[in-house]
Nanobody, 123 residues
Framework: VQLQASGGGLVQAGGSLRLSCAAS????????MAWFRQGPGKERELVAS????????DYADSVKGRFTISRDNAKNMVYLQMESPKPEDTAVYYC?????????????????WGQGTLVTVSS
């Protein structure tokens, strides 16, 4: 399994940015796909999740109403649309795929991780 994240960069606060994750190597039905982030000196945290089959989504409170996770099943792609980012959204963002029995919010659930992509939000 490979997860390839891309799209990070420098963005101004209030702007927009879209992250992409290309997934390959297996079918992901039964998985949830997620974006995590890890800011400087912080623990890795869940940003958003989407179930591959149903499309049901979940978001961290800190990004609700600003970020949108989506997937394109035909292309095996997962996206994170970031609107009105804030400086506190600055972090390395990781794409992950999970099928474990743990909660969505538990890192141990996630079997597969992509490399990170750095997002820097300037004020």
């Amino acid at each position: 399994v490979q997860l390839q994240a891309s799209g990070g960069g420098l963005v101004q606060a209030g702007g927009s940015l879209r992250l992409s994750c290309a997934a390959s190597g297996r079918t992901f039905s039964g998985y949830n796909m997620a974006w995590f982030r890890q800011g400087p000196g912080k623990e890795r945290e869940l940003v958003a999740s989407i179930w591959w089959s149903s499309g049901i989504t979940d978001y961290a409170d800190s990004v609700k109403g600003r970020f949108t996770i989506s997937r394109d099943n035909a292309k095996n792609m997962v996206y994170l649309q970031m609107e009105s980012p804030k400086p506190e959204d600055t972090a390395v963002y990781y794409c992950a795929a999970g099928s474990g029995s743990s909660s969505l919010w538990d890192l141990l659930r996630y079997n597969h991780w992509g490399q990170g992509t750095l997002v820097t939000v300037s004020s």
